[in-house]
């Protein structure tokens, strides 16, 4: 799903209240394609550093994210990324 940046914070700021979601936002991303995302980096860095390494305990990101935070946490997380997948796969067949 496409987010503004106001409902990009907003809905960070739900999920994440100790978090500052400007620290979080892909800044990159924002000024290159006008797209909010999360950096995915500093999201994972935080969770490892709250909940130490979880990928040791074979579980995905996606999954730390729902068992120490929350269901709808992950999914909005998730829906910040489906939509940059889904442009790539279309840019790549527009190629051929």
């Known amino acids: 799903m496409k987010y ?3 409902e990009f914070r907003g ?3 739900k999920h994440f209240p100790e978090l500052n ?3 979080y936002l892909d800044l990159l991303v924002w000024q290159i394609n006008r797209e909010v995302t999360v950096d995915i980096i500093k999201l994972d860095n935080w969770l490892h550093s ?3 390494n979880y990928e040791k305990r074979n579980i995905s990101m996606a999954q730390a994210l729902t068992k ?3 269901q709808e946490a992950s999914d909005f ?3 910040l990324f489906e ?3 889904v442009r790539k796969i279309r840019k790549k067949l527009t190629l051929w």
Do not use: D, H, T
């Open 11 to 13: 809905r960070f700021k």
């Open 50 to 52: 709250k909940y130490g």
């Open 4 to 6: 503004s940046l106001k």
């Open 68 to 70: 120490f935070v929350s």
């Open 77 to 79: 997380i998730g829906s």
């Open 83 to 85: 939509l940059k997948q």
């Open 21 to 23: 979601p400007n620290q």
